[in-house]
Nanobody, 115 residues
Framework: QVQLVESGGGLVQPGGSLRLSCAAS????????MGWYRQAPGKQRELVAR???????YYVDSVKGRATISRDNAKNTVSLQMNRLKPEDTAVYFC?????????WGQGTQVTVSS
């Protein structure tokens, strides 16, 4: 089993920045990839960014150039730095990890971008 614990999030003004972090425990080897999804009210959950253990990254078009995902393989942590935040980034952000063909999810953390 993989347990994911998220931190970060909160209320941010448009144009601001925040950093989300996620730590995996339980299984320390073979989690690949790790990343972040988000779900806004009334919308489907979407993949925001993911990173493999080898460092390959993916970003959804709407955050390209504004987000940076990073991973510490030794600590099994993944972070998402988001800059120049927009109101449309408002959502619950979920950390996820793939392990042995099973997706594991964090509890979610709310990000609200509003003035």
């Amino acid at each position: 089993q993989v347990q994911l614990v998220e931190s970060g999030g909160g209320l941010v003004q448009p144009g601001g920045s925040l950093r989300l972090s996620c730590a995996a425990s339980g299984i320390i080897f073979g989690i690949d990839p790790m990343g972040w999804y988000r779900q806004a009210p009334g919308k489907q959950r979407e993949l925001v960014a993911r990173v493999t253990s080898g460092g390959r990254t993916y970003y959804v078009d709407s955050v390209k150039g504004r987000a940076t995902i990073s991973r510490d393989n030794a600590k099994n942590t993944v972070s998402l730095q988001m800059n120049r935040l927009k109101p449309e980034d408002t959502a619950v952000y979920f950390c996820y990890a793939l392990y042995r063909n099973n997706n594991y999810w964090g509890q979610g953390t709310q990000v609200t971008v509003s003035s």
